[in-house]
């Protein structure tokens, strides 16, 4: 079945995979960072509550205060710090046996950073959600667009100074949302300049959001009727 997933993405694989030359694969290696091991011992101390909201992503999911901004102690934070979709893969256990009524899902900024080519995250996003859809058929997932980056920012992060992939994975994520079954949710409109760039009022250092934009954030999914 997952052979066939592919055969019928390629061409969309194709289309928004314009320069595949210029990555490298290099980061399915198995790696865990101490940060990594550090969130999911945590996790494992938390009681398994069913059919609650989970956000699930990487240190700009792990920023937000949910619980606090939902004024709901019973939301789950999902995020670690530098994940990437190899390694949500290994830890979507934790998130099926929650049985979440929704799902809101934001990652791929890391796999770019790392030279993980851009259809190989949409491809490994299109598992996270069949694995979900297959064992927690009742979750209602949504796929948040990756946010943009302002490189003119003092002390941004050179190594993701690779925003052109951005639009590319969010065009594939966004393409394959009615076919699977998931909600698109484009949040770059939130937090552009005039200059399509992440607003410099909303982050520290042109990757990261400040506190402000996780309000603007959630505002905006309580508006569409996400939340």
């Known amino acids: 079945m997952k052979y ?3 055969l019928l993405l390629l061409p969309v694989f194709a289309q928004a995979q314009t320069r595949p030359s210029n990555q490298n694969l290099f980061d399915t290696i198995p790696f865990i960072p101490d940060h990594t091991t550090q969130r999911l011992e945590q996790f494992k101390k938390q009681p398994v509550t069913q059919s609650g909201i989970i956000f699930l992503g990487n240190s700009i999911t792990e920023m937000g205060n949910w619980a606090k901004l939902l004024n709901d102690t019973t939301v789950v934070n999902r995020g670690i710090g530098g994940d990437i979709t190899y390694g949500v893969l290994k830890r979507l256990d934790d998130i099926i046996a929650r049985q979440p009524k929704k799902l809101f899902i934001l990652l791929g900024i890391n796999d770019i950073g790392k030279d993980i080519p851009d259809s190989v995250i949409a491809y490994n996003y299109f598992k996270i959600i069949g694995q979900v859809k297959a064992k927690s058929p009742a979750t209602k997932i949504y796929v948040q667009s990756i946010l943009p980056l302002n490189t003119t920012i003092k ?10 992939h951005i639009p590319r994975v969010n065009a594939m994520l966004q393409s394959q949302a009615g076919k699977m079954g998931y909600t698109y949710i484009n949040l770059q409109p939130l937090f552009t300049d005039a200059q399509n760039r992440l607003d410099a009022k909303y982050t520290y250092e042109g990757l990261h959001l400040k506190p402000e934009a996780y309000v603007v954030w959630v505002a905006y999914l309580k508006k569409m009727k996400y939340l």
């Open 4 to 6: 066939l997933l592919l």
């Open 155 to 164: 002390n941004f992060p050179q190594h993701y100074d690779k925003g052109e």
